[in-house]
């Protein structure tokens, strides 16, 4: 059973738009959570992260959104830009800091 | 600075076989971690090390050992290859205490 939940595999948005990815999670243990960017063809990079003593933290065009009560997570990216087209991980860190979980994925395509 | 390395990048092995992904970071990390990438499953840990000496298993560590040579490398080693292990490994680093990992560029692993 997944304890982080990504439940749209794909996103499409126009350039300019925003674009929400939204994460879910079971573990109410989890009490640090991060949001990872991939291309193809290389590894995850980290992109931005929220303690579960925040409710938003914002970098940029970049602002997560974190809902303890819901156990839900979100990423705003506002204005979208083709180069943000990517897939996007949602990830939830174990309170011992030793074990980070992943979401499975949403894939953000942003048109021109 | 390289970061984290893996090698190699492609590899086809047939049921059966053994192979060993090498990884090694540059950044003076305590911990380095495993993980394998597959399609709507995100990103799941094999083995972890949380310093030189130790290994720990992580949510899918069976048919996989690890071995940490030194601070800078960890590998992974497949003794009898299965089908089921075809994915892309991520290799992964950190230093004491920070949350956030620096992924290496993947190995593919294709298993016939």
């Known amino acids: 059973d997944q304890q982080v939940k990504q439940n749209s595999p794909s996103l499409s948005v126009q350039e300019g738009r925003i674009s929400i990815l939204n994460c879910d999670y079971t573990n109410s243990m989890f009490d640090y959570f991060l949001w990872y960017k991939k291309y193809p063809a290389e590894g995850p990079t980290f992109l931005i992260s929220i303690s579960s003593i925040k409710d938003k933290n914002e970098d940029g065009r970049f602002t997560v959104f974190l809902n303890k009560s819901a156990k839900h997570l979100s990423l705003h990216i506002v204005p979208s830009q083709p180069g943000d087209s990517a897939v996007y991980f949602c990830a939830a860190l174990n309170n011992a800091g030793n074990m980070l979980t992943f979401g499975g994925g949403t894939r953000l395509m942003v048109k021109p | 600075n390289a970061g984290v390395t893996q090698t190699p990048k492609f590899q086809v092995l047939k049921t059966g076989q053994s192979m060993t992904l090498q990884c090694a970071q540059d950044m003076n990390h305590n911990s380095m971690y495993w993980y394998r990438q597959d399609p709507g499953m995100g990103l799941r840990l094999i083995y972890y090390?949380?310093?030189?000496?130790?290994?720990d298993k992580g949510e899918v560590p069976n048919g996989y050992n690890v071995s940490r040579l030194n601070k800078r490398e960890f590998s992974l080693r497949l003794e009898s290859a299965a089908p089921s292990q075809t994915s892309v490994y991520f290799c992964a680093s950190n230093r004491a205490g920070a949350n956030v990992l620096t992924f290496g560029a993947g190995s593919r692993l294709t298993v016939l």
């Open positions: 090390s949380a310093s030189e000496g130790t290994t």
